[in-house]
């Protein structure tokens, strides 16, 4: 279980080979990879710039993991999210459950990413290819998703 | 001897758009007494003049987390030492 921030990318294979190594009852991994769209609504994306709050990021992402935990039968987890600027194409977001059944797997996976998106304290700043540069706003529907969760519990 | 109420020292911390309209990433200051709670506290500030009235405007819009924990609107300050200003997150 860890969760790491930064600017680096991230290779999937190799996160997912390292964090399965040793582990035989592992039987399903879920993984799901956020990757900066080209566009916004019909407007050419520039650059996608990540900030984020050192010192609470990290907790905040573990919180969300030890949840998570809690909740689903978990083998081992990972969340890997990206900070500053990014462009179309790159990757912002790793999550990796894995689990000894896939119900536990995708769960968690779909889990960790609907509380991260409403929790996790990021803020994405988009620049357009006609000069607009602006906050990205929440989404209700993300916050919808999280909330969901506490009902099925 | 007075029974005079000291507050300590906090670390107030702006983020995304609240540091570009504040101006400013963090203030050290000490907390009037009066403020007990973290809607008192959104209140304070768009009291506080520029830059902070315009920047605390749309209260509602604004999230605090203290000691680096999500805080609702009616949870009391206490001894927080670090308290954070920022808009919904939107990463992922």
């Not at chain 1, 000894?100 to 509380?115: K, S, T, V």
């Not at chain 2, 007494?33 to 768009?46: D, G, Y």
């Amino acid at each position: 279980m860890s969760v790491r921030v930064g600017p680096s990318d991230f290779d999937v294979s190799s996160e997912m080979v390292q964090l399965t190594a040793g582990d035989t009852g592992i039987g399903g991994v879920a993984i799901f990879v956020g990757k900066v769209r080209d566009r916004v609504g019909e407007e050419p994306l520039l650059t996608m710039t990540l900030e984020h709050y050192p010192g609470m990021t990290e907790t905040e992402l573990e919180r969300i993991e030890a949840e998570a935990r809690d909740r689903f039968k978990l083998s081992a987890s990972l969340i890997i999210h990206r900070v500053g600027e990014l462009k179309p194409g790159d990757n912002i977001v790793l999550v990796i459950a894995c689990a000894a059944h896939r119900g536990d797997a995708f769960a968690a996976a779909e889990f960790l990413m609907d509380y991260l998106k409403t929790r996790a304290p990021f803020w994405k700043k988009e620049v357009l290819a006609n000069g607009v540069a602006r906050w990205v706003e929440a989404r209700e529907s993300d916050e919808a998703a999280a909330s969901a969760w506490q009902k099925a519990r | 001897m007075t029974a005079e109420v000291t507050r300590p020292v906090v670390l107030l911390r702006y983020l995304a758009w609240l540091r570009e309209k504040t101006g400013i990433g963090e203030e050290r200051l000490v907390l009037p007494v009066e403020i007990t709670t973290v809607a008192e506290l959104l209140s304070w500030q768009v009291s506080r003049g520029h830059p902070f009235d315009q920047a605390f405007q749309k209260s509602e819009a604004i999230r605090v987390a203290l000691d680096r924990v999500h805080a609702k609107p009616g949870s009391p300050i206490g001894g927080a030492r670090e308290i954070a200003f920022f808009p919904p997150v939107t990463g992922g």
